[in-house]
Nanobody, 122 residues
């Protein structure tokens, strides 16, 4: 099992950037696929991005391709989501997630963090 804690959310203007971080505990982190989801008010939670344990496979939602980049540092048990060219429609609570079966495309989340708020002002 793995515990996930997100950080790095906040308020940013349209066109700005944020970098989300997810700290994972658990010695088997390196073998988990990791991903990010988001949930806007009144909407269902949606997939954003995922990365395999070796970083060789990544996947992205069409809405964030070319703007967001997922990466990981297995030595530090960290996953990151670099978000550039942010839009008001990116406003949501962002959740870090893990899949112990290393499925990055498609990504199937098993464990979840508590979420971090991202707000993009127009």
């Amino acid at each position: 099992q793995v515990q996930l804690v997100e950080s790095g959310g906040g308020l940013v203007q349209t066109g700005g950037s944020l970098r989300l971080s997810c700290a994972a505990s658990g010695r088997t982190f390196s073998y988990y696929a990791m991903g990010w989801f988001r949930q806007a008010p009144g909407k269902e939670r949606e997939f954003v991005a995922a990365i395999s344990w070796s970083s060789t496979v990544t996947s992205y939602a069409d809405s964030v391709k070319g703007r967001f980049t997922i990466s990981r540092d297995n030595a530090k048990n960290m996953v990151f989501l670099q978000m550039n060219s942010l839009k008001p429609e990116d406003t949501a609570v962002y959740y870090c997630a893990a899949d112990p079966h290393n499925r990055a495309a498609p990504f199937i989340a098993t464990y979840w963090g508590q979420g971090t708020q991202v707000t993009v002002s127009s």
